[in-house]
């Protein structure tokens, strides 16, 4: 099994698959990893993490993980000078974790088999704090025989649940259904906080009822400290928001499925972008995190936020493993 004595390699030192890489040395495993940009990579050198000087150097690996931005930037890691299949072998399975379009996964896919390498997509939920705390889930996709052996790794970093789909690119759907929902969501979520809050209700009072109600989830709890003290420490933006709600309203059309309330949250979604326009420096402003919609409901509706400066717990405390 891949869990067992396998070697395991690591591509990918941002936002997420730097916190992610270290639950694998945390849960005991070596891992050889390389990043684009090494500095990235150097705080995980004392947790038993060799870094490679370029992606070939990961080539001889049982088992490698990929987190990266983008699918031009997983083709470049793998494929480009210097990837991966540049060294002549590549791993028996590749782990892919990041966003990316479904097309570009199949032709990932292909290319790989080619090589003799089996790929398993799968895309996680939740974000950099997620992880730390423990609260990660994953869906994953691709030959069975290889998701099995890689699934005790993924279950390291992805300890809340690792869901199997079926073959192929079908973890990338439900990633984009993950996206759309959570757009929906946090619009949602903005727009009935702001109407409590013009109706007298404190922020943080109307949260904590929703938490505690049926309604209440993870997500909720752990957006609420965001919406309560207008924290947009950045873990998701709005830019990815929008590509993600793009991606699933192109899917729905090739696949005639009616999504009234997607596309309904996509054009509310581009309000914010024109709320970017009115800043100082509207580029830092859209690379804060998606929360700060809050701020475009609370525009339309005549209402200027400020902190309510309350301590909110967020459900996201970092659990023992």
Sequence with gaps: MAGDGATIGWIGMGRMGHPMAERLLQAGHTLQIWNRTRAKALPLAAQRATIGEVPADLAAVDVLFTMVATGEDLEQVLFGAGGVASAGKVPRIVVDCSSIGVEQGHAIRARLAELGAAMIAAP??????CVRAGKLSAVCSGPE???????????????????????????????????????????????ITILAQKAGVPR?????FINDSVMGSLFTRYKSNALVNLDWTTTFTPELLRKDLDLGLQAARAMEVPMPVAAATREALQAHFGTARHKPDPLAYLSQDFAALLETVALAAGITLESEDVPVPTGLEVTDR
């Design 145 to 191: 025989a290889a998701f099995r052996e890689a699934r005790p790794l993924i279950a390291a970093f992805a300890p809340r649940g690792v869901a199997y789909v079926g073959e192929g690119e079908l973890a990338r759907f439900c990633k984009i259904a993950h996206n759309v929902l959570l757009g929906v969501t946090i619009q949602n979520l903005a727009e």
């Design 204 to 208: 943080h009072a109307f949260l904590a």
């Design 124 to 129: 996680v939920s939740g974000n950099a704090k």
